[in-house]
């Protein structure tokens, strides 16, 4: 069988190897971090850094196919892995998604609309954008960010120096607040043939910054769920992407708005272990390995729930839950905000 190259170790890329395993194909991880959750399952580790242009040429030469679990893959390394194996899902999709600034450029260039959004470089462009986008907003930076890091919300120009002492000096942008009634995701997948599938899609809660639960069915009307399936399968369809791509979304009165986009796997998309018969990380696997999609149908109602930092000393009452699928990622230190584990609670009518 072939082999798939993973780069980045994490849970993603363990439940990534996963379901590679189970469809007879070898992974090999690339991960710059010692004991990465990935190696326990992996058939073969690189610990090296993404400097290492040897170590990832070394890499590349070894497995068959390349593909991620994470999208800050810095270019010059891709450069190197690109000269000797495919990468799936393609270097467009990473160079739209690894800047905030580019991908919602790229979203309304499609015709999708997104929070009200301004590139900010100092107090005078910070200035201008908050008079013409007004208050409450969020700076972000424009690139790294994930669990709600590395943003500020301005509620007034008062928070605006404080704002952007927040950035660090990093590029951002700033977005409207939008006053959404839910938020939803779109777990969307597409093969090289330009078939898509989407799983359906999930109503995601966040606490802090940080994805809690996200339950399926979403809480939307049939019109709404269409037009969510239909925008990501235009964006899936303009990068000519291959693989899974979570896309996050805003419910509004007005209509669905984008939030982010994220050229891989995605937390809100680990409800489909329990909930579909193929889960997202297949589907993925699948869709890189050039496999033909498979059925992502849902037949159950699901609540994923994630479990993070001190949520794991829950261990004991949920493994006598009934109906509760446990997943647990294998990571060493219990740490405030650190993603350890997640459960499916299949939903009885
Ligand atoms: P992730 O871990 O999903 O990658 P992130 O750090 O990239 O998160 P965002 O998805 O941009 O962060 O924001 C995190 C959460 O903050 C959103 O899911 C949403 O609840 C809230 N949020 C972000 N931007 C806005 C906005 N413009 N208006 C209202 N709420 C927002
Ligand atoms: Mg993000
Ligand atoms: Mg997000």
Known sequence: GATIGILGGGQLGRMLSV??????????VFEPGANPPAGHVADAVTTASYEDHDALAEFAASVDVITYEFENIPTAALDVLQELRPIRP????????QDRLTEKTFL?????????????????????????IGTPAILKTRRFGYDGKGQARILGPEDAAKALEDMRGAPAILEGFVEFSCEVSVIAARSADGSVACFDPGENIHREGILRTTTVPARLSGKQRTDAVLLAAQILNALNYVGVMGVELFVTPQGLLVNEMAPRVHNSGHWTQNGCTIDQFEQHIRAVANWPL???????????????????DRLPEL??????????????AVKAGRKMGHVNRIIRG
Not at 19 to 28: D, E, I, N, P
């Open 319 to 332: 493994a006598r839950e009934a109906d509760t699928a446990i997943h647990l990622y294998g990571k060493g």
């Open 108 to 132: 309304t260039d499609l015709g999708l609309r997104t929070a009200p959004f301004a590139d900010i470089t100092d107090a005078d462009s910070l200035a201008a954008a908050l008079e013409v």
């Open 294 to 312: 498979g059925d992502g149908s849902r037949y159950a109602d699901v609540q994923m729930e994630n479990l993070i930092g001190d949520d794991l």
């Open 90 to 97: 393609g270097r467009e999709a990473l160079r739209v998604s």
């Open 19 to 28: 379901a590679a395993s189970r469809l007879g194909l070898r992974t090999h």
